[in-house]
C-alpha cells in the first residue's frame, strides 16, 4: 500500500513565526504535490515538484516556499506565517506520468494549522 | 483557465435511496477524470478514474460517466449507505507528465440511517 505522511496532524503557530510541515512518502514517487484546501475553495495547487531539486509554482505560491533534498521528501515552508494561512495543508505524490500511461495521486491525511 | 464546478455543494439522502453526483470542467480538453472521497478531517481517497476516451468506470455501487464534449460526469452511487456520507471531489488533469490536478469544490453528501 502506497504510504504519504505529513509530520503532523494539528498544529498552532504565532503570526511571523516560521512554519516548516513536513511530507514523506514511500513509494518511490517521483513527482509531489502541495495543496490547501478551504472552504468554498476546494484544493489549490501551492507547489510540485517533479525530481529531487526541482520545483514549480502552482496556483497560489505567494508566502510559500518548498524544498525537496531527498526523492521522498517535500517540505512546505511559510516564512513569515499570517493569519491568511489559516488553513487544511495536504500533500500528495505520484508517479512521473509516461506516454499512454495513467496514474493518480495519492494523498496523505492532511495537517490543519491555525496561525494565531 | 480550466475551472471545475460541483452541484450541488451539499445533499442530504434517506439510506437506501440512488444518487447522482455532478461535475463539470470548462476545457474539454482534458486528459482524465477522477472522483475522490473525502471524510472528514482527512485526506482524499481516489474511487473512480475515466481516461479522456472512456464513457464509464464502474466500482461496487458507483459508476462514473463522462461527457468530454458537454464537459460533464457524473458519480451515481447505488442504495447509499450511512458510511457513503463524506465529500466528493472530481478533479481534472491535463494529461502532463505531472499529472497536475485541477479540483472542484466538493458535494458533501449525508446520507441518513
Known amino acids: 500500500d502506497v504510504k504519504v505522511t505529513q509530520s503532523s496532524r494539528y498544529l498552532v503557530k504565532r503570526t511571523g513565526e516560521k512554519v516548516f510541515l513536513e511530507c514523506v512518502q514511500d513509494m518511490d514517487h517521483e513527482n509531489m504535490f502541495w495543496y490547501r484546501q478551504d472552504p468554498g475553495l476546494g484544493l489549490r495547487l501551492i507547489y510540485f515538484?517533479?525530481?529531487?531539486?526541482?520545483?514549480e509554482k502552482g496556483d497560489i505560491p505567494e508566502g510559500y516556499s518548498v524544498s525537496r533534498e531527498k526523492k521522498e521528501r517535500f517540505s512546505l515552508i511559510l516564512e513569515s506565517a499570517s493569519t491568511n494561512q489559516t488553513s487544511m495543508y495536504l500533500c500528495a505524490s505520484s508517479f512521473l506520468r509516461l506516454a499512454g500511461e495513467t496514474n493518480t495521486q495519492y494523498f496523505g491525511p492532511g495537517t490543519r494549522l491555525t496561525v494565531l | 483557465k480550466q475551472e471545475v464546478t460541483q452541484i450541488p455543494a451539499a445533499l442530504s439522502v434517506p439510506e437506501g435511496e440512488n444518487l447522482v453526483l455532478n461535475c463539470s470542467f470548462t476545457d474539454s480538453a482534458i486528459y482524465n477524470l477522477q472522483w475522490f472521497r473525502q471524510d472528514p478531517g482527512k485526506g482524499l481517497t481516489s474511487l473512480l478514474l475515466i481516461q479522456s476516451s472512456q464513457r464509464e468506470q464502474t466500482s461496487g455501487r458507483l459508476n462514473a460517466s463522462l461527457d468530454k464534449s458537454s464537459g460533464r460526469s457524473t458519480l451515481y452511487i447505488a442504495a447509499s449507505q450511512p458510511g457513503d456520507s463524506a465529500t466528493y471531489l472530481c478533479a481534472v488533469s491535463d494529461g502532463g507528465a505531472t499529472n497536475k490536478l485541477i479540483f472542484g469544490t466538493g458535494t458533501l453528501l449525508a446520507v441518513q440511517p
Open positions: 515538484s517533479y525530481d529531487v531539486k526541482m520545483k
